[in-house]
């Protein structure tokens, strides 16, 4: 999937040569018609700037996903394995098949040890490197980035400071593979749409360093499970992930109680689920199974809800 773009800089070098020795053969009453090395020109700053903009809009998207502003639509793959992921803002983003190999200074995603994505870089080991700037690590869900084409080099620099400082990225004359290295899609065991099919939970994006992360599948809501069985009189614990979420609601079988922590900066929820005995369910005052659902407001207003399938019985 590697395309070579020219040097705009080769390309006027050979120019002038063949111009010169042009001049020189016919004589100073013919005029040079250089119309097509302009052209040739633009075509190649046409280029740069189209893959200066796609790389840009890549790493745009990639930071909305894991801040959960948009969600995953509809996973398409090719016969060549090319993935094309639809998005819940109708646009689309195109995993290509991993090419022979990373270029130096290509922008990624690392995981650090305090389990936060960064954004990085391959060295020339082809290490993946936490970016500092300033000398601290620029977590993804904090910056937005900027590119712009460097006019000496014609490399796509990246910023993630707001232009302050540029990083040379290895987008230059060649198109690298995408940031996503793989996609898995998490369906639900018992949930199903209006033609029977399996409802998709979340998606498992891997990144070329191979950290993950989850992101909504038509849903900003993210369960480990949807599905929890529990002992008698017992609880199970499980963690929703919604980011920028402001408040929320738990609506519960009857006899179910729950406890919920919610970590507003990691928008992740801390749900205990607590399962009624077995004398209040042979009494019929609870429930022996039914639906919770996880009722979600985000700060701009939008809600989701989440269904979870809890279940109560005897202790395995």
């Known amino acids: 999937m590697k395309q070579t773009f020219i040097n705009c800089r080769n390309i006027l070098a050979c120019a002038v040569i063949s111009a010169t020795m042009l001049f020189g053969a016919t004589g100073c009453s013919t005029e040079f018609d250089d119309s097509q090395l302009w052209n040739e020109i633009e075509q190649v700053k046409s280029d740069l700037a189209a893959l200066e903009e796609k790389v840009e809009s890549e790493l745009n998207t990639i930071k909305e996903l894991l801040d959960g502003r948009i969600t995953i639509t509809n996973v398409a793959t090719s016969e060549d394995g090319t993935v094309v992921l639809t998005l819940s803002n109708d646009s689309k983003l195109t995993i290509y098949p991993k090419g022979a190999g990373v270029p130096a200074n290509l922008v990624t995603v690392i995981e650090g040890e305090d389990g936060v994505l960064y954004w990085a870089q391959y060295n020339a080991e082809g290490e993946a490197v936490a970016i500092e700037v300033d000398g601290e690590k620029v977590p993804v869900s904090e910056a937005a980035p900027q ?74 809501i993210i369960l480990d499970t949807d599905k929890v069985n529990v002992a008698y009189g017992a609880s199970a614990e499980l963690v929703a992930t919604a980011e920028g979420a402001t408040d929320y609601m738990l609506i519960m079988p009857e006899g179910w109680t729950c406890d919920v922590e919610h970590d507003v900066k990691a928008g992740k929820f801390a749900i205990k689920l607590n399962a009624p005995t077995k004398a209040d369910v042979d009494n019929a005052a609870a429930d022996a199974e039914g639906v919770a659902k996880l009722v979600v407001v985000f700060g701009n207003g939008n809600s989701a809800i989440a269904s979870i399938m809890v279940a109560a019985g005897d202790a395995k």
């Open 147 to 220: 590119t712009r084409i460097n006019d000496e080099t014609n490399a796509i620099e990246v910023s993630f400071d707001g232009g302050k400082n540029w990083i040379v990225t290895g987008y230059d004359e060649s198109k690298a593979d995408s940031l996503i290295a793989d996609i898995e899609v998490v369906y639900s065991t018992w949930q199903k749409d209006s033609e029977g099919n399996p409802v998709a939970l979340y998606c498992i994006l891997t990144f070329a360093d191979g950290s993950q992360a989850k992101v909504g599948m038509n849903n900003r």
